[in-house]
């Protein structure tokens, strides 16, 4: 039995099941090792033997209770025919959508367009445990809108807001689109052999309340009717990045099996709004991770504290960062499972 499935499906276990989230990626050895033999990323991402091989790293270095697929959240706007690339020192960089470039988004199809992913499930699994569960993802709807309008990350999404704003025909068509293309994606990825799905809202802090429910909310919702309607019937995990009390109607409204809590959030307040028995995963500081010892230890027992009284995933916050020790990961792993662990 998969023990993240069990807590997924409202066990509370006696010490929670554990991953992380960007697990795999370079504060691995063997992670670096395979990546440079692709130079360009979104390459690597299309490349199923590879990616299926970066994906089971985790697993085998630290036991960890899930795999999470390896991909990107920026593979969809490919698939819709968008130019995508990710530049070193830089991060992902994209030509800027406007009313224009949306009305000639290639929805149909897009999903198919990028199916390589789906071999890579297929790999993953085949090579995973019976007992780990295989995590499929995609990128939530408002995210990934936030990528193709403002072209790159940015820190207040203020040309994104602003679009949603002044066009909301527009964005309301971009939206569907994503909605349309990300279902497809996740039920491939289901179909492939994904034991759980979830969605990245990244980019959700910020967003006035009805906004929220227009560019988070709703599609968010639309995606899971899809995947549901398709017969697909894993959980899945939401994840409203920083959106403080949005979350609420998040969690209540969406459809979601389970909710991620970033860094910020309390996790026994937020436990007592959201619906009676709903896991939680969450939500170690990253920054913790990074400076490891004895802050490292006490982050770690606060969070186990504050997950108490319900179904609870352990993980972070928000990702691993390159800089984070092999040690603190493995520490950690220790730590929950009740043995000594050797924090450095
Ligand atoms: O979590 C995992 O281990 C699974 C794989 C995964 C990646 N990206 C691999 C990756 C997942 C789930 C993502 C999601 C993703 N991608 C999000 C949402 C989650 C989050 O972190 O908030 C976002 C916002 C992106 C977009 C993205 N991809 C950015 C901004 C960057 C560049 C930042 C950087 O660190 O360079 C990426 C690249 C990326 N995606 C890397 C990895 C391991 C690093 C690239 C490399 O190895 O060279």
């Known amino acids: ?104 988004l290639t929805v149909c199809g897009a999903a198919d367009r990028i199916s390589s992913v789906w071999e890579t499930v297929e790999r993953v699994r085949a090579g995973l445990p019976a007992d780990k569960a295989l995590i499929g993802f995609t990128g939530g709807p408002w995210t990934v809108a936030t990528y193709m309008i403002e072209g790159k990350g940015s820190p207040t999404k203020e040309i994104a807001k602003r679009f949603a704003y002044e066009n909301p025909e527009a964005m309301a068509d971009l939206l569907a689109a994503l909605v349309e293309s990300s279902a497809d994606y996740l039920i491939g990825q289901a179909r492939a ?99 490891g010892g004895s802050v490292l230890r006490k982050s770690v027992d606060a969070v186990l504290r504050d997950a108490e009284g319900g179904p609870h995933i352990f993980n972070l916050g928000h990702g691993v960062t390159p800089d984070v020790k092999i040690e603190n990961v493995q520490a950690v792993v220790d730590h929950i499972r009740g043995r000594e662990p050797n924090y450095v």
């Not at 690597?44 to 959240?73: G, S």
């Not at 599609?219 to 959106?243: H, K, M, W």
């Open 1 to 104: 039995m998969m023990k993240l499935i069990e807590v997924l499906n409202g066990k509370t276990a006696d010490t929670p099941p554990i991953w992380f989230m960007r697990q795999a990626g370079r504060h691995l050895p063997e992670y670096l090792e395979i990546r440079a033999t692709c130079k360009d990323f979104i390459d690597f991402c299309f490349t199923p033997d590879k990616a299926a091989e970066v994906t089971l790293q985790p697993i085998r270095r630290y036991d960890m209770d899930a795999a999470i697929l390896f991909a990107d959240i920026l593979l969809i706007p490919i698939g819709l025919g968008r130019k995508v690339e990710f530049i070193k020192g830089t991060g992902p960089v994209l030509e800027p959508i406007d009313v224009e470039g949306i009305r000639q």
């Open 193 to 291: 052999g994904a034991n759980a799905l979830k969605i990245f809202e990244s980019w959700a802090e910020g967003l006035a309340p009805d906004m929220f429910d227009r560019l988070v909310i709703n599609p968010t919702r639309d995606i899971i009717s899809r995947v549901r309607a398709a017969g697909v019937d894993v959980p899945i995990l939401g994840f409203p990045r920083g959106s403080g009390l949005n979350a609420i109607r998040y969690a209540h409204e969406t459809g979601i099996t389970a909710i991620a809590a970033g860094t910020q959030m309390p996790m026994a307040d937020f436990r007592a709004t959201i619906p009676d028995g709903m896991p939680l995963q969450g939500n170690l500081d990253p920054l913790a991770l990074r400076i």
